[in-house]
């Protein structure tokens, strides 16, 4: 490759230092070359190419692109796209051993299946009490915990209702939620992402009664609003052996690398 276009294209990995880390494609930075931003270059040559995706995960390459936008993209998904969170909670009793901010805190933490495109961000400094069906999502809680089977020491068996689960928290809806998002089952669509969510847990004679207020927000505001656990991203890599390795050598360079990253060619003598 040109010494140039390798400065340009590529981040060289050495033994002890990294290189040609730092964007140079701006305007000027090299006789005869137009690095100049187009709009029109850019959609020419750039393109998505999805190599996973997961219920919970995405994983894809951008080509054509430089680190510094792909670190844009990461930190819009971190900090930018809106998501519905738990922002208000009132604790009508509390009686765990858990402190009632500490729940609070808990709570808020919980992700939330909703669309947020079919709610609008709330006015700031607006009154808890003026709520409405385009603004909130409204759950209520309510556990108590009593005896099972008194003579066991398995827990389970013990007791009921003696861990709180995000699943615990069920749909009240506000206005014409109920026609909107479904009734109030567990089938319907305004509800925790995992119901398996531990919250608290309780002894007999114990209880949990509260209501919780979702809005809307954003991951700059507050990491709960933010929509992904971890979003990040890596260099595509590039091997480019310096010199020819063969022997007991290519099985080691084979070996210490990910299974069909490098192959192994045999000669016509069969070394």
Known sequence: MD????????????EHDVQDCSSTKFPFTYAGKDDGWSL????????????????LS?????????????NAFRRILL??????????????KNTSVIQDEVLAHRLGLVPICANPHMFSFREEGADDKTISDQDTI??????????????????????????????????DPIGRQEFT???????????????????????????IDLEALCFKGIGKDH??????????????????LLEEVTGESAERLRASFAEGVIGLKTDEDGT
């Not at 319907?188 to 119901?195: F, I």
């Not at 990491?223 to 091997?239: D, G, H, N, Q």
């Open 3 to 14: 010494p140039v276009e390798k400065i340009r294209e590529r981040v060289v990995l050495g």
């Open 40 to 55: 029109d270059r850019f959609k020419r040559g750039f393109k998505v190419v999805v190599t996973r995706m997961e219920d």
């Open 58 to 70: 995405i994983e894809f390459d951008m080509i054509g692109m430089d680190v510094a936008l792909a």
């Open 79 to 92: 900090a930018e796209v809106p998501t519905m969170a738990i922002e208000k909670v009132f604790i009508h």
């Open 138 to 171: 409204r759950f209520k809680l309510q556990v108590k915990c009593t005896y099972n089977v008194k003579d066991s020491i398995d827990p389970d068996e013990r007791y009921r209702c003696h861990n709180v689960y995000s699943g615990h928290l069920k749909l």
């Open 181 to 207: 998002f479904g009734s109030i089952t567990d089938d319907g669509e305004l509800k925790p992402v995992h119901d398996n969510i531990l919250i608290a847990k309780l002894r007999p004679g114990q209880e």
């Open 223 to 240: 990491t709960k609003f933010s929509p992904v656990a971890t979003a990040s991203y890596r260099l595509l890599p590039e091997i480019e």
